[in-house]
């Protein structure tokens, strides 16, 4: 049974840092997408960032150049490193993994392609 455990959430200030953890259960996470999303009140859900099985990074673009995905393999746990976090960036964040190996580079940012999800981590940034 594959599990998705997200980690890391906290109150920080605007400008400060924050890194999340997705530890993965029950398959390996260098063989599949790993996608991050985010829910604000009131908002739907949206991506954030994903990462594919060759590494390859992609981010929505009110992230862009503040926010990191990566993943370590060994622990089998995958990280988004958020920087110069802004009032806006607050929202319970959630990775997501497909029962698929890959999603096709078009269809990433689509929260229906995603099958298993982590519980969410909240992330409040303080003016």
């Known amino acids: 049974q594959v599990q998705l455990q997200a980690s890391g959430g906290g109150l920080v200030q605007a400008g400060g840092s924050l890194r999340l953890s997705c530890a993965v259960f029950?398959?390996?996470?260098?063989?599949?997408?790993m996608g991050w999303f985010r829910q604000a009140p009131g908002k739907e859900r949206e991506f954030v960032a994903a990462?594919?099985?060759?590494?390859?990074?992609f981010y929505a673009d009110s992230v862009k150049g503040r926010f990191t995905i990566s993943r370590d393999n060994a622990k089998n746990t995958g990280y988004l490193q958020m920087n110069s976090l802004k009032p806006e960036d607050t929202a319970v964040y959630y990775c997501?993994?497909?029962?698929?190996?890959?999603?096709?580079?078009?269809?990433?940012?689509?929260?229906?392609?995603?099958?298993?999800w982590g519980q969410g981590t909240q992330v409040t940034v303080s003016s």
């Open positions: 997501a993994a497909p029962i698929s190996m890959g999603i096709n580079y078009s269809d990433l940012e689509l929260k229906e392609e995603y099958d298993y």
């Open positions: 029950g398959r390996t996470v260098r063989n599949y997408v």
């Open positions: 990462i594919n099985l060759s590494g390859n990074t």
